[in-house]
């Protein structure tokens, strides 16, 4: 009895070491300003949708392009972990954040700026995953949750003041000023404390790439995005009476593409020596639901940096900086909670935490509905501000609940899998809530116009809408993983 005390108090006693927490700043601050210049550009849409002459479902693709390119990239995270050092993957992430960052401060061309928001992508998806595996090697098995705790704090404080930043800076400067100030951050940041800090955690493989396996998550990501854009622009085009059949088409074709694309790929890992990812514990109905609620909520948790801010502007008229502002509270304080969630879970275990924070979530959307056709600036921001908390509180505790059931050996592809699921649900969600404003506000007239805003916050309250119907799928999924788990324990 006494040595079990003891060595409770032993590992509660676990210090991180000095390293470790520089390698977790020098990540973290690349991943971060890469989700910040994901957001960032979102509170500049209407600006943006002027100066280049596009449409919303157009505009739209600066985030979604960017949130594609970091889910498309992130499977190779296991890949990377196995085969190269985390140093020098890491010093490519830097390279790839610095030239596209370059690419957006000197272009003027729409086309040109969705490749460098790809560039921008891909660094970002190896520097997010690196950051968590960097957190699951190396940190103390006492202080893991807190870490990812802190390692959330980093992912969701960046969209909390992306908005706010993309409005502040316009008011007094020109948009890709933002980018001038990314570049110095990472050269003198980021890559001097990385190159001090990080220290490789686990022996290399000899792992191989499989490039049709990667062709694959590709085509099937991206088509799958591409289908619910184009079916939500046939649905727009029918209700404001254009043409809408070849539209339709496209959605069909892209939706039967990216799904044969996946099932090749789930078909081909299993079969191949060294897949690009191992989904063996995928097998685990646990891990599953686990997997599917970690999907589902980043639609509403990324997606509500875009409805917030475009519904302030189009919807309540005001300005970029004021609906910048909203967005600021509830998205930076939440986010100030992911540790506290991650410490709750070292000391209560997984369910409480979870499910009591997404409850808070569940109730504030439901309070969204009910007022969204009244909805002013400040109430719009007090419900986001409980959103933002539950959302804080919970998420980065399903990943650390989930590869509690995952063989250590694993974890690489696990962390691949689940920060793909956390981009793909992002750019979906993006995607899916910029189709519904595009479909109210067709056939409604100008921007600007009574009418175009009263069709707005229409499409806020189907936002609002489905934003509670997703958070309560995960809500009930989340449950019934850990009542599994709690059933598997007993026996």
Known sequence: MGRTAAGAAKAGDERIPRRLIGSIVAVGSLAFIGILTETVMTVLFPQLMEEFGVDMATVQWITTIYLLSVGVTMPLSSYLNRRFTMKSTFVAAVALAVVGSAIMVFTSNFAVILLAR???????????????????????????????????????????????????????????????????????VSLPTGLVCIRQG??????????????AVVVGLASLILAINQGGVAISDAVSGS????????????????????????????????????????????????????????????????????????????TALVAGLLVLPGALIGAFFAPIGGMFYDRYGAPRPILCAFAACIVALALMLVCSMHMTPALLAGLYFVFGVGYALGYSNILTSALRDVAPEFSPDGNAVFNTSLQFGGAAGTTLFSTVFAIAQAGAGAQGAARFAHATTVGGSWTFAIMLLIVTTSWCLLFAAFRLRSRRAAR
């Open 118 to 188: 790809v560039i921008q992508g891909v660094g970002s998806g190896v520097a997010t995953p690196l950051m968590m595996n960097i957190i699951l090697q190396q940190s103390p098995r006492s202080k893991v949750g807190r870490l990812m705790g802190v390692g959330s704090l980093v992912i969701t404080v960046a969209p909390a003041i992306g908005p706010t930043v993309g409005g502040a800076v316009t008011s007094v400067l020109p948009w890709r000023s933002i980018f001038v100030f990314v570049i110095p951050v990472v050269l003198l």
């Open 202 to 215: 686990r022996p290399l493989e000899e792992a191989r790439l499989n490039p049709l396996q990667f062709l």
């Open 243 to 318: 043409p809408a059949m070849s539209t339709a088409v496209v959605a069909a074709v892209a939706f039967v593409v990216g799904v044969a694309a996946l099932v090749f790929f789930v078909w081909s890992s299993r079969r191949s020596y060294s897949p690009l990812i191992r989904l063996g514990w995928m097998r685990d109905r646990v891990v599953l639901f686990h997997l599917a609620a970690y999907l589902l909520m980043p639609m509403v948790g990324i997606g509500f940096g875009y409805v917030i801010t475009n519904l302030a502007q189009l919807a309540l008229g005001t």
